[in-house]
């Protein structure tokens, strides 16, 4: 089996979800005794690809930023290049533009949001909002596969690799994006971050705020906010998560001050830890946290602050 894998750049840099991307498939490519090849674009090294097990990365240079119409035209290309009968991208906003596209355009199967290294032909997923797993399978010769960011994570197994210049004439775009918001206040863009302090509101009001940015700031992690509170302006939309906002899947996420309806949990449940502050013990959040601290947040947040500044101290 032969797989490519798009590698998306983003302002320069690969983010983590392309990262992620390339070391699911170079270790399903290993698993099967097949190879894997990469296919990025625009001015970046893209030789670093080779660290997560990718045996060859084909670079259309002159490409910068690419809508899906693009994408799905060099991928394709790509994969004829490189003889792949699979191709993954990440299950983000742009995979999942370019995916179905590239789908239909290449008589493929599709499986969207995997979890895990398929088995055969089988791919496992999450669904039901991640109620519940699904084992797809993919019977079609051809298939396209998108990765769920934070499930397989990023894995650093190679060194650099040779880059082989690739030109491939791709449609003008159709659609230009002005702007893209999906850092918090910390600089730190939700669908990358490990670490997550989101509230809702139990705040009271956006004056307050300065205790949750305090406490991320010194965790090292993103602000989010639930849609009642973005909706009545306290903070912006891009900090949104939930079902209806940016899904996300960090390592800790933190939720102060938010009930936890069942739109909130649809975006936040594939958190490795979930830590719920609430003053209500009856709060349907906490039976989806792992650690659930019943209390005032206007108490409980100072001591976390206070606690996380005794631990950096040691540092």
């Not at 490409?63 to 994969?79: F, N, P, R, S, Y």
């Not at 989101?198 to 004056?207: F, H, I, L, T, Y």
Request: with cysteine.
């Amino acid at each position: 089996m032969n797989i490519l894998v798009f590698a998306e750049n983003q302002n320069g840099k690969f983010p983590k979800s392309a990262l992620e991307a390339v070391s699911f498939a170079a270790a399903w490519a290993k698993s099967v005794g097949g190879s894997c090849t990469a296919i990025t674009h625009g001015q970046i090294d893209a030789s670093v690809l080779g660290n997560y097990g990718c045996n060859r990365v084909l670079h259309l240079a002159s490409l910068a930023a690419a809508d899906g119409e693009q994408i799905t035209a060099l991928v394709i290309a790509a994969a004829e290049k490189s003889a792949a009968n699979t191709i993954v991208l990440s299950h983000d906003t742009t995979g999942k533009s370019a995916a179905p596209r590239i789908a239909v355009r290449w008589n493929a199967g599709i499986v969207s949001g995997a979890t895990a290294i398929p088995h055969g032909t089988t791919v496992k997923k999450n669904v039901f909002s991640g109620k519940a797993i699904a084992h797809v399978n993919i019977t079609s010769e051809k298939q396209v596969v998108t990765v769920l960011p934070n499930a397989y994570g990023v894995h650093a197994t190679g060194a650099p690799c040779a880059v082989e210049a690739f030109e491939v004439s791709v449609p003008a775009a159709r659609v230009v994006v002005k702007e893209v918001k999906l850092e918090s206040a910390e600089g730190i863009p939700l669908p990358e971050a490990d670490k997550v302090v989101s509230a809702g509101r139990g705040m009271k009001g956006p004056e307050n705020w300065g205790i949750i940015e305090e406490l991320a700031k010194e965790l090292g992690a993103a602000t989010a906010c639930s849609r009642p509170v973005s909706d009545i302006g306290w903070r912006p939309h891009h900090e949104h998560v939930g079902q209806t906002g940016i899904a996300i899947r960090p390592n800790l996420y933190i939720a102060v001050g938010i009930s936890g309806a069942i739109q909130h949990l649809a975006g936040v449940n594939g958190s490795q830890v979930i830590v719920v502050i609430n003053k209500d013990p009856e709060a349907p959040f906490f039976k989806a946290a792992d650690y659930g601290i019943v209390g005032d947040a206007f108490e409980v947040v100072p001591q976390l602050i206070a606690a996380a500044k005794a631990f950096n101290a040691t540092k």
